[in-house]
């Protein structure tokens, strides 16, 4: 594989033409939100919103038909057999969803996905759930990253 100019330093302080520029200008680009298939699911993924905590629970709000959704936790990754990690930095190093009893280690942590086959019904869903958190102090320190 050939370097790319910026691995080779010659994009610095130069405007790099971009292949898809034309089409994005022109509202003629394809994004994955412009894709629909017959069957196909649209998916969510609720997050955590708390920087540190350890989950609890996960509840799923009465006023919605959750029979009608395809949903996903840590739990249903174990279930099948699967491995509830993927790899950031190494191999294994970050859940793919907390799981109940797990600490959620970032903001934005990803918890629950869901998939409706109606786009529309997504938000609504995303705002049933509620996840249950037991507030743990922030890790602020090279120390207290190491200690954890």
Do not use: C
Not at 6 to 25: C, F, I, N, Q, Y
Not at 68 to 77: C, S
Not at 137 to 143: G, Q
């Amino acid at each position: 594989m050939l370097p790319s100019r910026a691995m080779t330093g010659k994009a610095v302080g130069r405007s790099v033409p971009r292949r898809e520029a034309d089409a994005k200008l022109r509202g003629q680009a394809r994004y994955v939100g412009d894709v629909t298939m017959p069957g196909m699911l649209h998916g969510a993924t609720v997050r955590s919103q708390v920087a540190r905590g350890r989950l609890r629970a996960i509840h799923f709000g009465p006023e919605v038909r959750w029979d009608e959704y395809v949903v996903v936790t840590a739990a249903d990754i174990i279930a099948a057999g699967g491995v509830n990690t993927v790899a950031l930095i190494v191999d294994h190093d970050q859940p793919a969803l907390v799981g109940i009893g797990d600490v959620i280690a970032h903001r934005e942590e990803p918890v629950v996905l869901l998939a409706p086959p109606d786009p529309h019904a997504l938000e609504p869903a995303r705002r049933a759930i509620r996840l249950e958190v037991e507030p743990l102090p922030a890790v602020l320190t090279l120390d207290d990253a190491l200690a954890a």
